[in-house]
């Protein structure tokens, strides 16, 4: 039994040494290959700049600024063509996020109003109509989604402007980039300011104080300091150590729950792995057996075809 596990084994490592001594092979030929491909390459350059050297002194230098100038122009086209592309490449990319703050805030507020801004009537992305539970309009988020590496003040001069136009309760932005004063959301002028990821925690706080604002207008209408105690919170500092709690719970959430699946995955892995080794021991016994009492031990077919689903498994 020892001496037919060394023969498999010597047979194993002759098999994993042939096959690195032709994956050098392979690599050697490779190289070998790129070499003189650039070998060749260089030549052909040579003789096109011999070429065109032999040509300006033989008194072709007419047609050599010919065809510089029509390089050069070509270069510019190039260079245009480039410019309309990255345009285009950074629209594609505004609306493709825009698409998905309409897809989140659908998904997160089900029985709300998400629509896209139509085109040419103000700016702003998305608009968020409101409802309360009864139904009634409580306000309007108007949503900008920014896209881009550096923050510009502008945006919010502008989306203020929008807000009026839109005649939105509440105006907010969500960017990857933000001023050097918000880490990751606040107010800034009037305009809410988040990362991405705070979107969410924000809209339902927000949502909430509308919809808290909508009905204490219901109860206590004609009575303008009740309006303006809302607005007063909304806009000061206790509201923000609210919003600041709830983030801070839903990252805590957030976290724990990726912990949890790191975790399973792991411990997933490990039991795949342990169940592999008791199939292949398995199969080991069988071969040792089989080779033993010959044609008189019995093919055990369901272990063969549970071998070939986990070698499957595993290949993919």
Not at 97 to 106: K, Q
Not at 121 to 137: A, E, N
Not at 258 to 276: G, N, S
């Amino acid at each position: 039994m020892l001496a037919a596990n060394n023969e498999k084994l010597a047979a194993a490592q002759k098999i994993q040494a042939d096959m690195l001594r032709k994956e050098r092979e392979l690599d050697d030929a490779r190289r070998e290959v790129e070499l003189t491909i650039e070998t060749k390459v260089q030549q052909a350059l040579a003789a096109v700049r011999d070429k065109a050297k032999l040509e300006a002194e033989d008194g072709f230098k007419a047609k050599v600024a010919e065809k510089e100038a029509q390089i050069a122009g070509m270069n510019r086209q190039i260079e245009e063509l480039r410019r309309r592309a990255e345009q285009g490449s950074q629209q594609l990319q505004g609306e493709a996020l825009e698409l998905e703050l309409e897809s989140l805030l659908r998904n997160q507020f089900p029985r709300d109003l998400i629509e896209p801004v139509p085109k040419g009537d103000f700016g702003g992305d998305v608009l968020h109509r409101v409802f309360g539970p009864g139904g009634q309009t409580c306000g309007t988020i108007l949503w900008e989604s920014k896209r881009t590496k550096r923050w510009s003040d502008d945006w919010l001069t502008k989306l203020r402007s929008d807000q009026r136009a839109a005649k939105a309760e509440v105006a907010l932005i969500v960017s990857s980039a933000l001023p050097n004063d918000i880490e990751t959301f606040g107010l800034l002028d009037n305009v809410w300011v988040a990362e991405p990821r705070f979107a969410v925690p924000l809209a339902i706080v927000l949502r909430h104080g509308l919809i808290d604002l909508a009905g204490s207008r219901q109860s206590q209408e004609g009575q303008q300091t009740k309006m303006e105690m809302m607005y007063g919170y909304l806009t000061g500092p206790r509201f923000r150590h609210r919003i600041d709690a709830i983030v801070e719970k839903f990252t805590d959430m957030q976290a724990d729950l990726d912990r949890e699946r790191k975790t399973m995955m792991r411990l997933w892995a490990k039991r795949e792995e342990q169940l592999r080794g008791v199939l292949d021991s398995t199969a080991g016994l069988y071969g040792d057996l089989q080779g033993i009492a010959g044609r008189a031990m019995q093919e055990i077919e369901s272990l063969d075809v549970l071998m070939i689903e986990v070698k499957g498994e595993a290949a993919e």
